[in-house]
């Protein structure tokens, strides 16, 4: 069972009634219903549903193990759901062939677990890489020098552009990662685990740089952590990952007053 947060009392019923309605009326990004994936005996995901709206900045936050990759991996296409419905600004991900499939990723910005940067190739080879692959979406650019400097400049790496990855700090290799992932100006943005393996300090800067970006291109993101501190300063709206289901829904505030066991245990310290 969903365990709902309607019931907090420190909201009145007009303010819910006002923020259901804004809520309501954007455009929704991500629908996904009832989404089943096991691996043999291991049922991972149950039924798990999730809104995004646009403009939105929705957190996921679920234990090790507890799917979110899986479920992320789904998302785009990457990984074959069991059954449920898969929506991205409008098209069924399960429906679309290849070339659709790969236009759609074109508009989503996927930045993986860890930086999944190519070793074997420069910081501007790996920024120009999505672009090859995506030319239909860039148009014809000849010279991708501006765009490479412009994404880096974003993350204020704009001085690494001929530097390999090994020699970037992991802060910074994340930070190139996020360069490759605004390259395209993707609509949507999903991170997953942006802030894992960082110092609190480059946690921090990477958090501040994904608010910038969000209100630079208004993109929507869908932030996968099991970083509180992230969730709290990120999130607009949250959802709990348990047993393979959006367990819990609701701000920050009302999922962290939860006196439900399995909620609790996100916040405690
Ligand atoms: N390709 C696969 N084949 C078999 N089992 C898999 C595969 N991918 C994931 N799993 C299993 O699915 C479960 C969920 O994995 P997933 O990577 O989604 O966890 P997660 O919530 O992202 O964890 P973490 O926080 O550690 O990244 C795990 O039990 C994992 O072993
Ligand atoms: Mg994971």
Redesign the pocket.
Known sequence: MNYNMEKDDNITQAQKAASMETIETKKLVINIKDLRKS?GD?H?LNGFNLKLHEGENLVVM??????????I?CLVGL?QADSGYIEVMGQEVNTLDQDHLDALRADIGFLF?GSALYDSMTVRENLEFPMRRHKEKLGNVVDTEPLVLEALENVGLGHTMDLMPAELSGGMKRRVALARTLILKPKVILY??PTSGLDPITAKEIIELMRTIQRKYNTSSLI?T?DVDCARVISERMIL?VDGINYAEGTFAQLSASTDPKVEAFFKK
């Open positions: 691996f291991n991972v679920g234990k090790s193990g507890s799917g979110k990759s899986v479920m991996k990984m677990q997953d685990e996968i099991h990952l």
